[in-house]
């Protein structure tokens, strides 16, 4: 089995208030993206890895694989600009996946603490001939409301309508990343692609016929995207000292 990783690496980090991009903050010394870097180059499935990023931060990017381990450097060498949105980024890297992948993966570089075990289940359910790929996810541990129209913005306080009904919760789970995908019918998807998803599973739910499949993964596997993630994200690594670490 290949899989080819493509590591997005592009968002804004805005909600993070930080003065750079939030993939180049700093955990236990080192910048979140190496993190994602240094474990997919170490898996021996991945074949590939396609880093995926703002035009600015392309040689950037170079020089942090440039300094990695010279065996990890050949999966990791390539950098390419992202798109305007999530789903439009990921179509930027399906040019240069390699022809020989059976797989392909997307993950966040915002989520630096994927674990092997979790990492290792969802490789073996999107190999399974019966889905089209599988992706990890969470499960929805608070009571969900539903309002009768969407809100743009949700400001501390706000008055936001009476609510229309309430979700059941053992029914709802929380997408993670990596998501994994059969690479033919991820290439289709994209093609059909005429409006935006909100990740990749949705995207081939609405193109390709078929299934994609659910795997529990850790709660460990946080993204980064306030200051607090990132705190608590120390208190994973720090917890997790004198184990196996979740990345290297």
């Not at 010394?29 to 035009?55: C, D, M, N, T, W």
């Not at 850790?218 to 000292?241: C, G, V």
Request: charged content about 20%; proline content about 6%; some cysteine.
């Amino acid at each position: 089995m290949q899989v080819s990783v493509i590591l997005l690496a592009a968002g804004l980090g805005q909600r993070m208030g930080a003065a750079v991009n939030k993939i180049w903050l700093p955990l236990a010394g080192k910048p979140l993206l190496q993190y994602s870097l240094e474990f997919f180059a170490r898996s021996p499935q991945v074949s590939q890895i396609i880093a995926v990023a703002h035009a600015g931060e392309l040689e950037q990017i170079e020089r942090l694989i440039a300094e990695l381990p010279a065996e990890l450097q050949g999966k990791a060498g390539l950098v390419v600009e992202g798109g305007s949105t999530r789903l439009r980024s990921v179509a930027a890297a399906l040019p240069y996946i390699s022809c020989t992948a059976d797989l392909v993966a997307v993950h966040d570089a915002a989520r630096p603490l994927l674990g092997q075990a979790d990492w290792q289940a969802v490789l073996a359910a999107a190999a399974r001939p019966d889905y089209l790929g599988a992706i990890l996810a969470a499960p929805v541990t608070d009571t969900i409301k539903l309002l009768p129209k969407a809100v743009a913005q949700a400001e501390p306080g706000r008055l936001l309508g009476p609510i229309e009904g309430s979700l059941p919760r053992e029914l709802l789970w929380r997408a993670l990343t990596p998501q994994v995908f059969a690479i033919e019918p991820f290439i289709e998807a994209y093609s059909r692609m005429d409006k935006d998803f909100t990740d990749d599973a949705a995207l081939l739910a609405a193109s390709v016929r078929g299934q994609v499949a659910l795997v529990s993964g850790s709660a460990d596997n946080i993204k980064i995207t306030t200051p607090r993630d990132l705190q608590l994200a120390e208190l994973i690594l720090a917890e997790k000292a004198g184990g196996d670490a979740p990345c290297a």
